[in-house]
């Protein structure tokens, strides 16, 4: 539960009130509500997904790709020929979402450092990132999620008082409706759903957490981990969002901890470092999810012949971390990229996925009026996870564009790399000089790009012996022999990418109707139920719900009430509808526990005909969405960490800019990484959790409550353009799918994670709740100037300011290792490990060091120059949150569950009467790909219009 919170409670939770601000209050606590609520679900019905799967396949374990790549083959006829494809599909979505978490997350740090350090030292952000590099890149070599287990417990403590100290500088004052939009413009909505989705689903960490749960089944019932955790997240977001785009309204930044430093206060400066070393440990848990399926999927294999695999394991993850490092020098815009990455990823992984794998699962199961109604349910998500996809994308994508088309002549001599950027100061792309009109193009298609990057197809696979209750079904094994005795497969070089199958065929002989595939699980470290829920409320409190403000401030404060009600609502449906569809799929195959991504292939292998061709496929899809989403969100909390720190450190000393401040944290980051046991980040979660808490409520009383303006100052109702704003903020706050997957799938009992008061809906009610209080009240006190982290609008000169800023630097910091987890262990277990056979340990660091230098900037290729153009976009916090929210968690919280649930309900055809779950998924996955595709557009679009050369006092902040 731990783990699960700090995975959750990262740089989203803080872009809420940005996400608020795109959406307006009211359509931002109901948007919020619903979207988190859709993601719990969506992660549910994935885990129950795996499940199922995983009895049928009777392995222990198994990964989002390969979840949805066996729910796909046992699934309806036209969804089985996608089952392959599957599994590329989830990776590279896991990918792209874990990666922009990453970086999102070095944005926060950066971006915190640097406005709480303000009042000391003058330092641009791009050298605050570049201090913390080597701290990420060691805290990343942590190789053990139960190491990170006391980070993550003190990033939780931390988060928690910084996000108090920041409801203090809320509600210090009366807060205020007035100039606040209940109603934000419909065009702004996108936005709101990508960094809602990027903040709520931590879909690439759910399934990994799932499956090293001792007692996976508390994970699932109605007191479970998940539910409670993630009901807790959701509320947390929805208040941090009211709240603080009450309090700041329009002036907003990406992240709430960046309007802190108005205040000139050293408690305002103190929240912002805090929260910065907060999002520090939660980057190596959102890089680990990056590292896993770059380095196991993929890579792993070409070093199995090679003494030094351990190595080059920690070379990936020193890639992995200077990439994403990378990325958040080039893209200050924080809150248009946690909205596009969260429309572009979560749609897909945390809403549609999931159903299609539910529906696939459970498709030969159920009967003829429950597979109706599970068709006409999953139908709704998979509809809700495309719309969200589409819609928030193509938003975030215009709105990057216009900002990155204006700041082509304005960064080369500003950034690190001096003759980078164009020197063109007429900003008309047409009249731009070659090198600008390409990286204009280039900044366009950004998303594709950064999709392609990881779309590698290897076909040659690692023999090995699967164990009916001791093995993890994370690749493709072969196998030709098999024994009945001692229920053993063992598997033989035979030239097959599709051994998941033949595995599946053989042991289908035992005949075991009653195998359950939580008894069967054998995880060396499970977490309790407790540690699972403050997981759960760590990995979503992050620095999401310190954006709820920013996030209200793009929704009006109506929508955003609401907005942040449904989308809290949604995506704790997508998570029960996905964590569902893998227990199906668990049992189904006869396998204790699958991943997000492998849920999503065997999903769809047993799905409508037309998607099973591309199971092979989703795994990566997924592992590309949960990698880049979690990379997004290590990205937000070392720019939050950075940002905090640089704001508190500014006020005594020597201003450093925020590459500095990030520099200066890259050791430590690259050593809480290293921590492999989620066990071990239990404690430091618990005290991340506190202080998060602590956090939140010094904010609310301190500043939120304090000196309130009228609250019909306050837009009600935000634009429609900014509404994608919010939804990627909240969807980035709220969505915690990646971090859902792996507490169920680690949890001691996960029967316990779902049911009405299971862990996943308690901890996301308490976040909803937390997040529309945060969002509502900091908005109504800062109105249009709350920034992406409400710790940024704390007065950076104030004790209490910048104490609050420095606690919530300390929690980020550790939620940045449970963040990190979930893309180290996609590219190390499902790429990398079965590939070396020499020095695991040694090349698992190595991979760890990868993930966590990934984001560092280098020259040399043009790969490269989209890292440094997506860099300078990142301290842009809140526009960065609703970026990864609205590209990531668009797919990974709502689009991806929905269609796991409809390839897991297809073989039995039991959707219910009317087919009502086939349609329920279909709206899911079409609003996911919806705010996926509008969310992404929308933040894209912004972030490149935030850079245009405006007058002094017109500058965009934070």
Not at 30 to 35: E, F, L, P, V
Not at 158 to 164: E, P, Q, R, S, V
């Amino acid at each position: 539960m731990l783990h699960l919170v700090k995975g959750s409670l990262g740089t989203g939770i803080l872009a809420m009130p940005k996400a608020f601000y795109h959406a307006g209050y009211v359509v931002g606590i109901i948007a919020t509500i619903i979207i988190g609520l859709l993601c719990i679900y969506c992660m549910r019905i994935l885990v129950r997904s795996e499940y199922e799967l995983c009895k049928r396949k009777r392995v222990p374990a198994m990964t989002y790709p390969a979840t949805a790549e066996s729910a796909l083959s046992e699934g309806p006829m036209f969804l089985r020929r996608f089952s392959k494809a599957s599994i590329y599909v989830i990776n590279t979505f896991l990918l792209i979402y874990q990666m922009g978490t990453c970086c999102v997350y070095i944005v926060f740090i950066a971006s915190n450092l640097q406005s709480g350090l303000s009042p000391y030292i003058t330092m641009e952000i791009e050298k605050y990132m570049a201090i913390i590099l080597l701290p990420l890149i060691l805290v990343n070599y942590i190789r053990n999620l139960k190491f990170l287990a006391p980070f993550s417990t003190l990033a939780n403590v931390i988060m928690l008082t910084g996000i108090a100290i920041i409801l203090y500088y809320i509600f210090r004052e009366p807060l205020s409706f007035e100039e606040r939009v209940a109603f934000g413009e419909v065009t702004n909505f996108p936005l709101f759903f990508g960094t809602v989705l990027f903040a709520l689903e931590a879909i690439g960490v759910i399934m990994p957490l799932e499956n090293e749960m001792k007692t996976p089944r508390s994970f699932m019932t109605s007191f479970g981990v998940l539910n409670i955790s993630m009901g807790t997240i959701v509320a947390m977001y929805a208040g941090m969002g009211f709240f603080g785009y009450m309090r700041f309204g329009s002036e907003i930044s990406g992240s709430i901890t960046l309007n802190l430093s108005a205040y000139h206060e050293k408690l305002g400066d103190a929240v912002q470092i805090l929260l910065a070393i907060a999002i520090f440990f939660t980057h190596p848990i959102q890089c680990y999810v990056a590292i896993d399926i770059t380095w196991n999927e993929y890579i792993s294999h070409f070093f199995e012949k090679y003494r030094f695999k351990l190595f080059w394991e920690y070379v990936i993850r020193t890639i992995i971390i200077l990439i994403t490092f990378a990325l958040a020098i080039s893209i200050p815009e924080l809150d248009l990229f946690i909205s596009l990455f969260g429309a572009f990823c979560l749609s897909g992984l945390g809403l549609a996925f999931p159903a299609i794998i539910q529906l696939c699962a459970f498709w030969k199961v159920l009967g003829p009026t429950e597979r109706k109604i599970m068709v006409a349910k999953n139908t709704c998500l998979i509809l809700i996870g495309t719309l969200g996809l589409i819609v928030a994308q193509y938003v975030c994508t215009q709105t990057e564009c216009v900002v990155f088309a204006a700041i082509s002549a304005k960064l080369d001599n500003d950034f690190l790399f001096p003759g980078y950027f164009c020197r063109d100061h007429d900003l008309r792309i047409e009249n731009a000089s070659p090198r600008c009109a390409v990286k204009y193009e280039f900044c366009k298609n950004i998303d594709f790009v950064l999709a392609r990057l990881f779309e590698i197809n290897h076909l040659v696979q690692q023999c090995k012996t699967v164990k009916g209750v001791n093995s993890e079904v994370r690749g493709y094994p072969s196998a030709s022999t098999f024994s009945k005795e001692n229920n053993e497969v063992t598997a033989d070089c035979v030239n097959n990418t599709d051994g998941v199958n033949n595995v599946e065929n053989m042991l289908s002989q035992i005949e075991d109707t009653d195998y359950d595939p939580h008894m069967h699980r054998n995880r060396p470290n499970p977490t309790s139920n407790f540690e699972t829920l403050v997981h759960l409320l760590k990995g979503s409190l992050g620095t999401g719900i310190l954006a709820m403000p920013n996030a209200f401030y793009n929704s009006g404060l109506v929508v955003g009430v609401i907005a942040t009600v449904i989308i809290g609502a949604l995506c704790t449906y997508c998570l029960h509808v996905l964590v569902k569809a893998q227990y199906k799929l668990c049992k189904r195959l006869k396998v204790p526990i699958l991943s997000y991504p492998l849920s999503m292939k065997y999903a769809l292998e047993k799905g409508p005909r037309c998607v099973k061709w591309f199971s092979p496929y989703a795994p990566g899809l997924v592992d590309g969405f949960m990698i880049i989403y979690q990379l997004g969100i290590c990205c937000v909390y070392i720019v939050f960490v950075a940002s905090n720190i640089k704001q508190v450190t500014d006020q005594y000393w020597a201003p450093l800019d925020i590459s500095t401040h990030m520099l200066i944290l890259l050791l430590p980051l690259i050593l809480i990484n290293y921590i492999r046991n989620l066990k071990l980040l239990a404690p430091f979660s618990t005290l991340a959790n506190l202080i998060t808490f602590v956090g939140l409520t010094m904010i609310l009383i301190k500043y939120m409550f304090q000196d309130l303006p009228p609250i019909s100052d306050r837009e009600m109702f935000g634009t429609l353009r900014n509404f994608s704003l919010y939804f990627g903020t909240t969807l980035f706050a709220l969505e915690a799918v990646g971090v859902i997957i792996a507490l169920e799938n680690n949890m001691k009992t996960p029967q316990s994670f779902g049911g009405y008061c299971g862990v996943l809906n308690i901890g996301m009610t308490v976040i909803v709740i937390l997040y529309i209080a945060i969002g509502l009240f900091g908005y109504i006190k800062y109105g249009s100037d709350a920034k992406g982290s409400v710790t940024f609008n704390l007065p950076p000169e104030e004790a209490m300011a910048q104490s609050i800023k420095i606690m919530f630097a300390i929690a980020i910091f550790i939620t940045y290792a449970l963040q990190a987890y979930v893309p180290v262990e996609i590219l190390w277990t499902t790429y990398l490990d079965h590939r070396i056979q020499n020095r695991k340990i040694l090349w698992e660091y190595a991979c760890r060091t990868f993930v966590t230098l990934v984001t560092c900037p280098f020259k040399g290729s043009q790969i490269s120059n989209l890292y440094v153009i997506l860099a300078i976009a990142i301290p842009r916090l809140g526009l960065f949150i609703s970026l990864f929210g609205a590209l990531c968690l668009s797919a990974l919280g709502i689009a991806f569950p929905a269609i796991i649930e409809i390839c897991v309900l297809w073989p039995e055809n039991d959707f219910g009467p009317f087919k009502i779950m086939l349609i329920k998924n279909f709206l899911l996955i079409v609003f996911g790909l919806l705010g996926l595709v509008v969310g992404t557009y929308v933040s894209i679009v912004e972030i490149i219009k935030s850079f245009k050369p405006v007058p002094q006092t017109d500058l965009p902040s934070l």
